[in-house]
């Protein structure tokens, strides 16, 4: 299921995820700059989600640019949603999450004023 964390500018495509009990973090979903805009993203995080052990509840990310910009819109547009509110949008609202295999997302996580966020393990 992994490939693992390999060097950012391989020339073929990848994930890299930690399963954690009910979830799964997934911290790089890479596609190859001139192999993106093709569909690959899509269909390798489709293949993700197929492989998924059943247990799994949902998988959280952290948005992040690598280069060719804000990737936040290619993940809402697969579904992934705020895990937290009264955040900043800068940082701790790049924090996403995605109910999968048929279960509910966590609650939405409010943040008192001035906490902060950094991990998608927090």
């Known amino acids: 299921m ?3 964390y390999e060097d950012i500018y391989a020339d073929e495509p990848y994930f890299d995820i930690e399963v954690q009990e009910q979830r799964v973090l997934l911290h790089m979903l890479y596609v190859p700059p001139h ?7 899509h269909a390798l995080f ?14 959280r990310l952290r948005s992040a640019e690598l280069g060719s910009g804000c990737t936040m819109s290619f993940w ?6 705020s895990a937290y509110t ?11 999450h995605l109910a999968v295999n048929g279960f509910a997302l966590p609650p939405v996580e409010a943040l ?4 902060e966020r950094h991990h998608i393990f927090d």
């Not at 192999?35 to 993203?41: E, N, P, Q, S, V």
Request: aromatic share 4%.
């Open 2 to 4: 992994e490939t693992g």
């Open 35 to 41: 192999k993106r805009k093709l569909g690959l993203g």
């Open 46 to 59: 489709l293949k993700l989600l197929s492989e998924l052990p059943p247990t799994i509840e949902y998988i």
């Open 76 to 81: 809402q547009s697969l579904g992934f949603t």
């Open 86 to 96: 009264n955040c900043d949008p800068e940082d701790e609202g790049k924090i996403l």
């Open 112 to 115: 008192c004023d001035n906490e």
